[in-house]
C-alpha cells in the first residue's frame, strides 16, 4: 500500500492489490513452503514435466469457487487470453467484443483468424443488432467482455448479455481479472451478476489473488482442449510452484474471510459518496480529466499531497478521457481515503 518513489513514501492507490495479499504471512509462507518442496520453477511446459501438484489442487479449487467443471492454469491472464481466444474460434467463426475489452482479450481477437466485430461499450442492444444482422453467416459465434472493466470500475450487464448468447446460440466469456475476491462474496463478477450461465471465466491471479499466473474456469470439454490445445499452454512454461502455492492460500483467504472481500468496495464507495460521483461498482474508480497533460499534472499534486495515483492517458483509454484511476484496497484507513477525496477536491474541477 506504501511505495516509494523519488525518495517519498507515498500511499498508492494504483495498484490491484486489492486485498494486500502480496504481503499476506500466509500467502508468503505458502509461497515459500511451494518453492522447498518443488523447488523455483516447473522446468518445463506442463505437457512434458511442468506440471506439479499444486497446479492440479489449484485448477480444482479455482473450479469449485467459480462453479464449473473443471479449470485451467496459465502462466499469466494475458497468456490465457491470447491462448483461449484462437484455441476457441477459427476461420468460419464470429467473435464480438466489448470496445473497452482489455488489451489481451483484443490480442486473442488478432491470434484468431475469426471476423471480429466491435460493439459499443456495454450495449447490449448494438450486440444484439450485430448478432441478428450477422450471426448465420459463421459457424460459430464468442462474445467477449470483461466482468469489471480495468480503467472504468463499472460491471458488464452479464445476466443480459448471457439471456442474448444463449439467444443467438454464442459463446460468453467473461475476463473477471477485476471481480475474483472482490464482487459477488469474492466469488467475482458472475456472482455478482446472480450466477447467470457464462461458460467461460477467465481471470488472473495477479490482482486481488495478490500473485502471478492466469485460469480459465470451464467445462470439462473446453478445458480439456485448452489443455491439449491453447499454444500458450503447451508451448510456454508451467506456473511456478510459489505462484500456485500462494495462490492456493490467497483462494483459502478469500473463501472465509467475507468480511476482507467486502472491504475495497466499500473504500471505493466512500470516496465516491465524498465527491458526489455515481456508487462505485468495483473498487477501481475513475476520475476522468480530459487532457493527457491534465492527468499528469493531478498526479504529480496528488503525489506532492502523499498519494500516488497514476495518470492513465490513451492509447490505454479513449482520446479525451484521460483520468486518474483509483483502486481502493482493504488496507486503506478511512482516514486516507477521506483525505486522498479531499485532495482530489482541491486539486480536480470535477
Ligand atoms: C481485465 C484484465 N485482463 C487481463 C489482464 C492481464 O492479466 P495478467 O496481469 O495476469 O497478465 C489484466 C491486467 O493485467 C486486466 O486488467
Known amino acids: ?49 511442468g506440471n506439479h501438484p499444486l497446479l492440479v489442487e489449484l485448477e480444482e479449487r479455482l473450479a469449485r469457487i467459480k462453479g464449473t467443471q473443471a479449470a485451467c492454469v496459465f502462466g499469466s491472464g494475458y497468456l490465457a487470453n491470447t491462448g483461449i481466444v484462437p484455441t476457441l474460434t477459427g476461420a468460419k467463426d464470429l467473435i464480438l467484443i466489448d470496445e473497452l475489452a482489455h488489451a489481451c482479450l483484443f490480442a486473442g481477437t488478432q491470434l484468431s483468424p475469426a471476423k471480429t466485430m466491435v460493439f459499443r461499450h ?36 452479464l445476466a443480459t448479455l448471457s439471456a442474448l448468447c444463449a439467444a443467438h446460440d454464442a459463446w460468453l466469456m467473461s475476463d473477471d481479472a477485476h471481480g475474483l475476491g472482490v464482487i459477488g462474496g469474492g466469488r467475482g463478477s458472475v456472482a455478482a451478476a446472480g450466477d447467470p450461465p457464462v461458460p467461460l471465466q477467465m481471470g488472473t491471479l495477479s490482482k486481488a489473488i495478490g500473485g502471478y499466473g492466469g485460469y480459465l474456469c470451464a467445462s470439462a470439454a473446453v478445458i480439456d482442449l485448452m489443455k491439449t490445445r491453447a499454444r500458450t499452454v503447451i508451448y510456454s512454461t508451467g506456473l511456478p510452484p510459489a505462484s500456485a502455492g500462494a495462490a492456493l492460500a490467497a483462494l483459502e483467504i478469500i473463501e472465509n474471510e467475507p468480511e476482507l472481500t467486502a472491504k475495497p468496495l466499500a473504500k471505493a464507495r466512500a470516496f465516491c459518496a465524498a465527491l458526489g460521483l455515481p456508487e462505485a461498482q468495483s473498487p477501481i474508480v475513475p476520475v476522468i480529466v480530459g487532457a493527457p497533460e491534465a492527468a499528469l499534472d493531478a498526479s504529480r499534486q496528488l503525489a506532492d499531497t502523499g498519494f500516488l495515483v497514476t495518470a492513465i492517458r490513451p492509447p490505454t483509454v479513449p482520446a479525451g478521457t484521460a483520468r486518474l484511476r483509483f483502486a481502493f484496497t482493504a488496507g486503506h484507513a478511512d482516514e486516507d481515503v477521506a483525505r486522498v477525496a479531499q485532495a482530489v477536491r482541491d486539486i480536480v474541477k470535477l
Open 1 to 49: 500500500m506504501h511505495i516509494l518513489r523519488g525518495g517519498r513514501r507515498l500511499i498508492s492507490f494504483s495498484c490491484n492489490d486489492y486485498l494486500n495479499l502480496t504481503h499476506h504471512p500466509a500467502v508468503k509462507s505458502a509461497a515459500i513452503a511451494a518453492i522447498n518442496l518443488y523447488g523455483a520453477g516447473s522446468g518445463a511446459s506442463r505437457l512434458v514435466t
Open 122 to 157: 456495454n450495449d447490449v442492444a448494438h450486440a444484439e443488432a450485430i448478432l441478428a444482422a450477422s450471426r448465420a453467416q459463421y459457424r460459430h459465434a464468442l462474445l467477449l467482455t470483461d466482468g469489471v472493466f480495468s480503467m472504468d470500475g463499472d460491471r458488464a450487464p
